[in-house]
């Protein structure tokens, strides 16, 4: 399978899933106008790591700002990382944060409450 990329704009974060290494990462602010147009191309890319791939799965977010949709979109997300885990697949979340922005904070530990998975939510200090 391909790696894959969908740059950042001011609505939307960055996103690159690289497949070799395992990883799917998210960065930026994520209000886009249709989250189906954007988080279905990375929907589909989990599914088929999860479906092909023999090797770990890491989702590292650093999200700043997301919307009612974009937190839907997420929460599709971990339920795919959730069933692939209790799969036996293994998956890892590491949600980073402005440690200045409690609020994002308190969404990844509401997230992390309903998922199994290995979930770790880290405090950085931002520019």
């Given at each position: ?47 088929s790591f999860l479906g092909q791939a023999e090797h770990p799965l890491r989702l590292e977010l650093k999200l700043l700002y997301l919307n009612t949709s974009s937190v839907k979109a997420i929460m599709d997300l971990f339920d ?48």
């Open positions: 399978m391909n790696d894959f990329s969908i740059p950042g704009s001011q609505s939307t974060p960055a996103i690159a899933g690289n497949w070799a290494e395992g990883v799917l990462s998210m960065q930026g602010d994520s209000y886009p106008e249709n989250s189906f147009e954007l988080f279905g191309p990375v929907l589909n890319w989990t599914q795919l990382l959730e069933e692939a885990h209790r799969g036996g697949h293994q998956v890892a979340v590491n949600w980073y944060y402005d440690r200045r922005n409690e609020r994002v904070a308190q969404l990844a530990a509401e997230f992390k409450e309903d998922f199994t998975f290995a979930f770790a939510i880290i405090g950085e200090d931002y520019e």
